[in-house]
């Protein structure tokens, strides 16, 4: 760990503060978030800042800057966070709390069309008031167009110290990290002239979610998953990440983005390493996130007619979710009429490895299926067919263990029971475990994790730039072999369904039914 870090670099830091072992972050940080008055700011970053303030995980000093074009007072920026946390934040607002978080919120004018030397200014006199040394967290929640130029002008203003130097500066971005393979190497080159890996912290808010750190806790800090973990016992894998939501307001971003990159190049891909990954020898952020890329670069690469083989997009049409009528997406407010764009994706996958040769991995997402349900099952092989198995008429079922990532965050393992009574039936029982009802207390929200972290320098829960750009090239011939038939039709499927039939087809070829969460 370099020593310019702005808190003690301990990867456990966080696990020490929730169990209070630790004191709080202590070293003053200033966050300064471009896109300071957008829909993130809004609905995830202050309100997650704010939770951390409440939880007293905030470092004692600091200050949080949002940045835009729009002109406003320091108070209406303290307005604008009181709204986000009114309507987003997970707990209320307090009356004793919310004094001392919003006397940290500042706001500064600025675009990155012109020169940023005025926000350099306001900064170094909020820093000053508030007796910060200078070390700054700079957040882009901006449109991704605006990465490269954010970095640029910052680089400009002489605002980054790259190296080891203080003050220290690090950046957060956010996917998408570009549009392709290639964009993403032109941002992640843009970031790399300005700033050094380690002060880079991409984000997948995917793993920040609990549920998500506790894969590898279910994995590894249990002997009884991992030496089942393989091709030996393991029939199949499916990862499922539905969405009962449409596009909403986000056509402008959806029409050129899509199912799989939206969702596959980053979280579901993301998902898949957790499960699929080696025990890393240690928990230090790069052991981690080697294992995480050698799951990445052992994908087997699909081609040409493996593509159409191997993969099923579709679209919604107009449906019911939830008993409520929705339109279709080509209906929805911003998207083309004759729109190409895929809201589902479904994947058959292999990683070609010793632990998982042969075994394959089914992933699939979309919006507007029938409810918001994520969950990662791990299907064992069935018992051999003698004894409780023997009759094939009745097979016993096999072996399930369900991660349920949301919203009834949990695991459950399915097994065979005697059914009590003096003949022998059996019968698939159900071992199940849910975060509500064991912890009581509502989970961090990924942000708060997210954040905190990046204010204590870890980067364990965040992506390394060959990690982006693996992901991207495994996904790349998938869009081109989609993007090179303009006229291949696109399954359609009704809003409320679990995609067109084509992606049941392309399990049961396999022998497999995908599994409800
Ligand atoms: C985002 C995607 O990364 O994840 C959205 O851009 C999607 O399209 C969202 O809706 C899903 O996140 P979550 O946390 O609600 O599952």
């Not at 978030?33 to 007293?56: E, S």
């Not at 009429?337 to 991995?361: K, Y």
């Amino acid at each position: 760990m370099p020593e310019h870090v702005l808190t003690p670099p301990d990867p456990s830091l966080y696990d020490q503060l929730a169990a209070g072992t630790a004191p709080p972050i202590a070293e003053p940080v200033s966050v300064v978030i471009f896109g300071g008055a957008g829909d993130l700011a809004h609905r995830k970053l202050l309100p997650a800042l704010y939770n951390l303030h409440l939880d007293g995980l905030l470092p004692p000093r600091v200050a949080i800057t949002g940045v835009g074009r729009k002109s406003m007072t320091d108070d209406d920026y303290r307005e604008f966070a009181r709204t986000g946390i009114e309507s987003f934040s997970r707990r209320p607002i307090d009356s004793h709390a919310w004094p001392t978080f919003a006397a940290n919120l500042f706001w500064a004018s600025a675009s990155i069309d012109g020169s940023l030397a005025s926000l350099g200014a306001r900064l170094d006199v909020v820093e000053h008031e508030r007796g910060l040394p200078g070390d700054r967290l700079y957040y882009l929640a901006v449109p991704p167009s605006l990465f490269v130029p954010t970095v640029q002008q910052l680089d400009r203003a002489r605002f980054i110290v790259k190296g080891t130097a203080r003050p220290a500066a690090r950046i957060v971005v956010e996917k998408p990290i570009g549009h392709d393979l290639e964009s993403a190497r032109t941002i992640n080159d843009a970031i790399a002239q300005v700033f050094d890996e380690h002060q880079v912290y991409r984000i997948d808010h995917y793993l920040g979610k609990e549920t998500v750190q506790n894969i590898l806790v279910l994995r590894f800090a249990n002997s009884i998953f991992e030496p089942l973990f393989n091709q030996k016992y393991i029939d199949h894998v499916q990862v499922t990440v539905a969405e009962a939501e449409g596009v909403g307001n986000r056509a402008g971003y959806y029409e050129s983005a899509g199912a799989l990159r939206d969702m596959v190049q980053n979280h579901l891909l993301q998902l898949l390493c957790l499960v699929a990954m080696e025990p890393p020898r240690s928990l230090d952020a790069d052991v981690i996130r080697d294992e995480k890329l050698e799951v990445l670069q052992s994908l087997r690469p699909l081609h040409g007619e493996d593509v159409d083989a191997s993969t099923v997009r579709g679209r919604y049409e107009a449906g019911f979710v939830m008993g409520q009528p929705v339109p279709g997406y080509r209906e929805e407010s911003g998207v083309d009429p004759a729109s190409r764009t895929e809201t589902f994706v479904a994947l058959r996958l292999w990683i070609d490895n010793w632990r998982w040769a042969g075994v394959p991995f089914f992933l699939r997402t979309g919006k507007r299926l029938p409810k918001r349900a994520s969950e990662i099952s791990v299907h064992l092989k069935e018992v051999p067919p003698i004894l409780f198995n023997r009759n094939p008429g009745t097979r016993l079922d096999p072996n399930i263990l369900s991660i349920r990532i949301q919203p009834d965050e949990g695991f459950a393992l399915g097994i065979s029971s005697k059914i009590p009574g003096p003949r022998v039936r059996v019968y698939p029982v159900q071992m199940d475990f849910h975060y509500g009802s064991t912890f009581g207390a509502s989970s961090p929200e990924a942000y708060e994790r997210l954040l905190l972290d990046v204010m204590a320098g870890d980067q364990t829960l965040f992506m390394r730039r060959d990690q982006v750009e693996a992901a991207w090239q495994w996904v790349m011939p998938i869009l081109d072999r989609w993007a090179s038939d303009s006229t291949a039709s696109i399954p359609t499927y009704a809003a409320g369904e679990w995609g067109p039939p084509e992606a049941d087809q392309l399990i049961r070829a396999m022998g497999r039914e995908w599994k409800a969460p």
